[in-house]
């Protein structure tokens, strides 16, 4: 498996930069995961009512919902967990990319997605694990620099450089164990 990080600002483009990059990578005959960081305390994948909501509400800590074509996980946490994406990369069945949306701070190798207009400090002058910035305007990147700056409305050139660089992108489970 490979796996590239997006991260960047709310507002900042990553997941329509990552449904794109989905659509692309596929079209290249990949298999495609994806893993995200949801910022807010509380979220819902099932809703009220629902036979996996009321388990929860029952005290379950998780609930497994599948069918012939879906299966969905839900774990209940009874105090507050940071939890790494290495251990929500080691959940992912096989597949040849995993992309990692959010999780800023993780120690996996990403994409800054940055736009000037929000007004938020650039990440890639900073952070060693930054290995792309993908912009709306290149000209307004706060500081030069040498890592390949990608075009938002352009996400093919984005496919095309991790195809063409997969090996670097290359995740060893066992150095994130």
């Known amino acids: 498996m490979k796996v590239i990080g997006l991260a960047g600002y709310s507002g900042s483009g990553k997941t329509t930069l990552i449904e794109q990059l989905i659509a692309g990578l596929k079209a290249a005959g990949q298999r495609v995961s994806v893993?995200?960081?949801?910022?807010?305390?509380s979220f819902d994948i099932d809703h009220p009512g629902k036979d996996s909501w009321r388990h929860r509400q029952a005290g379950a800590l998780e609930v497994v919902v599948a069918n012939a074509r879906r299966m969905a996980l839900i774990r209940e946490f009874p105090q507050p967990v940071e939890i790494e994406p290495h251990a929500l990369l080691a959940e992912l069945a096989d597949c040849d990319w995993a992309l990692v949306e959010g999780f800023k701070h993780g120690d996996l190798p990403?994409?800054?997605?940055f736009r000037a207009a929000l007004g938020r400090a650039a990440m890639y002058p900073h952070d060693p694990f930054v290995v792309g910035v993908a912009t709306d305007d290149p000209a307004a990147l706060p500081d030069p620099t040498g890592l390949p700056v990608f075009a938002?409305?352009?996400?093919?050139?984005?496919?095309?450089?991790l195809l063409a660089n997969g090996e670097r992108f290359h995740y060893d489970p066992a150095r994130h164990g």
Do not use: F, M, R
């Not at 893993?35 to 305390?41: C, G, Q, R, T």
């Open 35 to 41: 893993v995200k960081h949801a910022h807010k305390d």
């Open 110 to 113: 990403k994409i800054e997605v």
């Open 152 to 161: 938002l409305d352009a996400p093919q050139a984005l496919v095309d450089h």
